[in-house]
């Protein structure tokens, strides 16, 4: 859990995400954690090997929109 008393933004208040929103969401197809990739503005789903777009600060968590993880990432 963050330090309350940091006031630096994280990436993904950079990006426009709200942390308490991470917090909670969760893969649509395993259920499972999502990690925030502020490179590529992406949630991903290590246990599915998806990437999921986040578009002007939202997550799309449709899976047919989801991008296939390649081996090295």
Known sequence: ???PRDTRPNP??????????????????THGPLEFD???SELISRKAGLA??????I????????RT???DE
Do not use: K
């Open 12 to 29: 993904a208040q950079r990006a426009g995400i709200d942390p308490r929103l991470l917090e909670i969401l969760v893969c649509p197809a």
């Open 52 to 57: 999921y777009p986040v578009r002007d600060g």
């Open 1 to 3: 859990m963050a330090d």
């Open 69 to 71: 993880l390649t081996a």
């Open 38 to 40: 502020p490179v590529r």
């Open 59 to 66: 997550p799309i968590m449709l899976t047919a929109e989801a």
